[in-house]
Structure formats: C-alpha cells, structure tokens
C-alpha cells in the first residue's frame, strides 16, 4: 500500500523489502486491462529449437509500440535482476513464471492462483 501511495505521488521511497517491491509490479501489470503480450502472438506447436529465433523476431514485431517498449523494458530488468541472484535467490524459472503471470495471463488468471504461483514462486 505504502510503495503505491510513493509511485502515485512521488514521494521517496522508505526501506522497502525487495519482494514487496515486486509484488507491486507483479499486481500493476496483473491489473492492465489488456495483457501485454496478445493472445495472438502465443506460439504454437510449430516453434520449436529450431525455428526460435524466426519467432522471436515476428513475436517482437507483431508487439504494438507501447507493449514491446514495456516487455523490453520488463525483461531487461529481469535480466540485471539475474545477475544478483546470489543475494535475492531469484532463479530463471522464477522470472519464467513471473513473465507469464505478468504478461501473457494478466488478470485474466484468478487472483487465488496468482497468490499461490507468488508463494511458491
């Protein structure tokens, strides 16, 4: 609540616990009225090791401006975040899970499922 009240009026921000930071980007994006990947640019059965690299480059430019700025900008935290995760024991699979509940599902999943994938994380 209090890290939300400092985003919407700019105040500084207190000593924050790391996971309360990201449970407040978790539940923003969670909470976009469109997700940021569209449902249409899922993969399907044909993507495999072989042909990744094609989709990834049609997956990008198939983003509207705005969604490809924010999962760039998503990713390239998650990212910088790997490189600490000796210190906040983030793994791979742990951002896997958080980019598609952020942005593949949205709100489209249940908050109970969305509360059990953040403990288990």
């Known amino acids: 609540q209090h890290i939300r009240e400092c985003l919407d009026t700019s105040k500084p921000f207190g000593n924050f616990r790391v996971h309360s930071m990201a449970d407040v980007l978790v539940s923003f994006l969670s909470s976009l009225s469109s997700t940021v990947v569209p449902s249409t640019l899922l993969p399907t059965l044909e993507v495999d090791a ?4 094609g989709y990834a480059r ?5 983003l509207p401006p705005i969604h ?5 900008y998503i990713i390239s935290f998650f990212r910088e975040c790997l490189l600490f995760q000796q ?5 791979t699979a ?8 952020c942005l593949v599902t949205g709100n489209q999943m249940d908050e109970s499922k969305q509360a059990q994938q953040r403990r288990h994380g």
């Open 50 to 53: 072989q042909n990744v690299q």
């Open 58 to 62: 049609t997956f990008l430019e198939g």
């Open 68 to 72: 490809y700025n924010v999962f760039v």
């Open 87 to 91: 210190s906040n024991q983030l793994t």
């Open 94 to 101: 742990k951002v896997a899970r958080l980019c598609v509940t």
